[in-house]
């Protein structure tokens, strides 16, 4: 990314810290926010008929945590939990929304990097269905 871009981006940033078990975010609360895991594991779940909140993907350090800020209606589509000790840059959505429209070539930037994570966290959710659904015989 453009030494101009990221300046941009980290004015809309600061640092935090979390213990494991702390929620970022629960599935369909509004969507402001997005974190860059600096340490730590973040746990994503999503909210599955008849087995509650199940854990879809574990995020590392140095992934990126939330991407429904950047679609209306900024809902987010899984629930976040700190699995271990994290710390992370965390971003104003609402701002980085805008310095997007006021710059075309961030936004697009923007917009390639989030839908590579979108595709990556899609393609782990429909494995991880698979897993729960592929045998159900075995859960009895």
């Known amino acids: ?51 509650g909140a199940v854990v879809v993907e574990t995020l590392p350090a140095s992934s990126m945590l939330g991407w429904s800020w950047l679609f209306p209606p900024h809902r987010w589509r899984f629930g976040a939990v700190a699995a271990a000790p994290v710390t992370a840059f965390r971003f104003d959505g609402r701002r980085v929304r805008e310095l997007c429209a006021a710059d075309l070539r961030l936004g ?6 989030f839908g590579a994570v979108m595709l990556d966290r899609l393609m782990a959710t429909r494995v991880r269905m698979l897993d729960l659904y592929a045998h159900p015989e075995e859960l009895r």
Do not use: C, I
């Not at 599935?27 to 008929?49: H, M, T, Y």
């Not at 697009?108 to 990097?113: A, E, T």
């Open 1 to 51: 990314m453009a030494e101009p871009h990221r300046a941009a981006l980290a004015a809309t940033a600061d640092a935090v810290a979390a213990p494991a078990g702390h929620r970022f975010f629960e599935e369909g609360d509004p969507a402001q926010r997005f974190w860059l895991l600096r340490s730590g594991k973040v746990a994503l779940d999503l909210q599955v008929p008849g087995r």
């Open 108 to 113: 697009y930037d923007l917009l390639l990097r």
